[in-house]
């Protein structure tokens, strides 16, 4: 089955430092991963849409600037969490959409996704 | 803005239950529901999806239902065991303005005692 790699599955850092989370599609390709962000007992939010060779759309409320998303070929998508405050600690999911005829009900692939801690 | 809740937020039953998990949308116009597992710090495995012209899926002892007109669905688990144990997230696609969003309700704990 479609699988996605999302690295590193946990990553802890000091305040003011970046961190990148990478996204991988390993058997498939997706033009289309977007990114969400989950806090204890809360649902996943959306936080972007990343698509291949063109700008990330942000959700409303979500600073582009400080959270640099990146999808530079089919099974990559990276995102980075410039000057990281503690306020940002989260868990952090990706999923891609594999290339189908029918976008809208094409299926959702998810990563394990990425404990962020930042100190 | 469309909204998703799923009720109870969290359940414990004995092992060999059937239990019926209940998730309610607020705008209809949806392209399809799916319904995700969730293990403790992990990412999303997914169960069932039902697209907007479908009433049901089934797999295994899976069950999910669409009703949506009404803005409903629920999973049925048969049968439920131990390694059922974990968060149950319902998430939509499209409505409330936006045609590929999916958005999640909280999730249900499932708890299933040995």
């Known amino acids: 089955g479609a699988v996605v790699s999302q690295h590193p599955s946990w990553v802890i850092c000091k305040s003011g430092t970046s961190v990148k989370i990478e996204c991988r599609s390993l058997?498939?390709?997706?033009?289309?991963m977007f990114w969400y962000r989950q806090f204890p007992k809360q649902s996943l939010m959306l936080m972007a849409t990343?698509?291949?060779?063109?700008?990330?759309?942000?959700e409303q409320g979500v600073e582009k600037d400080k959270f640099l998303i990146n999808h530079a070929s089919l099974t990559l998508s990276t995102l980075t969490v410039t000057s990281a405050h503690p306020e940002d600690s989260s868990f952090y999911i990706c999923s891609a959409r594999e290339i189908s005829g029918d976008s809208y009900n094409s299926p959702l692939h998810f990563g394990n996704g990425t404990r962020l801690t930042v100190t | 803005k469309q909204e998703v809740t799923q009720i109870p937020a969290a359940l414990s039953v004995p092992e060999g239950e059937n239990l019926v998990l209940n998730c309610s949308f607020t705008?209809?116009?949806?392209?399809?529901l799916q319904w995700f597992r969730q293990d403790p710090g992990k990412g999303l495995t997914s169960l069932l999806l039902i697209q907007s012209s479908q009433r049901e899926q089934t797999s295994g002892r899976l069950n999910a239902s669409l009703d949506k007109s009404s803005g409903r669905s629920t999973l049925y688990i048969a049968a439920s065991q131990p390694g059922d144990s974990a968060t149950y997230l319902c998430a939509v696609r499209g409505g409330g303005g936006s045609n590929y969003k999916l958005t999640f309700g909280k999730g249900t704990l499932l708890t299933v005692n040995p």
């Open positions: 058997d498939f390709q997706a033009t289309t």
């Open positions: 705008d209809s116009a949806i392209y399809n």
């Open positions: 990343s698509n291949e060779g063109s700008k990330a759309t942000y």
